[in-house]
């Protein structure tokens, strides 16, 4: 597997008080390390791209904050300046991070996948992932029916290959109709 240029490792949901402060939804299992103080993030688009112009910013710190983190990003000191980079996704240089464990896929690897039923009938592709309170939310589109969302979790999803573009479900009764 080729390693990727950058990761999406977080999403600003919103601004905290009133000196520059984000409110940051962790998109990875090592957020502690992540936004550790001193670390580079780079902020890309509300599209998850890393577009035509992004913005480099160092972690001063963070801390633990309604399932997320609130974050103070050095050069970022006011809250219209903040503002700005609502809804942005967060990212680092897929060199910094550790290999993958066997198993393991990255969020963003997960867009565009061909899904399929475990008989091999075919479900759609997912075009969106959603971050929920319960885990991921993956939007499968489907050929003249209407999208459904399809949990991410291991009773479901029972194997990715981001190599050939597939994913195999085994969705609980309902979950299509």
Not at 46 to 69: E, H, M, Q, W, Y
Not at 101 to 106: D, N, Q, S
Not at 109 to 137: F, M
Request: without cysteine; glycine residues 12%; negative net charge.
């Amino acid at each position: 597997m080729v390693e990727p240029e950058w990761v999406i490792v977080g999403r600003v949901r919103k601004t905290h008080g009133l000196q520059g402060e984000l409110v940051v939804e962790a998109i990875t299992d090592r957020p502690g390390e992540i936004f550790a103080p001193g670390r580079r993030v780079v902020a890309g688009t509300a599209t998850a791209r890393i577009g035509t112009s992004p913005r480099d910013f160092v972690v001063l710190r963070s801390r633990p904050f309604k399932g997320g983190f609130i974050i103070a990003f050095q050069g970022l000191d006011d809250r219209d300046e903040a503002e700005k980079w609502r809804g942005r996704f967060l990212f680092i240089p897929g060199s910094e991070l550790a290999p993958l464990e066997e198993g393991e896929v990255y969020v963003h690897d997960l867009h565009g996948l061909r899904v399929e039923l475990t008989d091999g009938t075919l479900v759609g592709t997912i075009s969106d992932i959603y971050e929920l309170p319960q885990g991921l939310g993956l939007d499968v589109r489907r050929e003249g029916l209407p999208s459904v969302v399809v949990p991410y979790r291991a009773e479901v999803v029972r194997s990715v290959d981001v190599a050939a573009g597939m994913m195999v479900i085994d969705p609980p009764a309902g979950l299509l109709d």
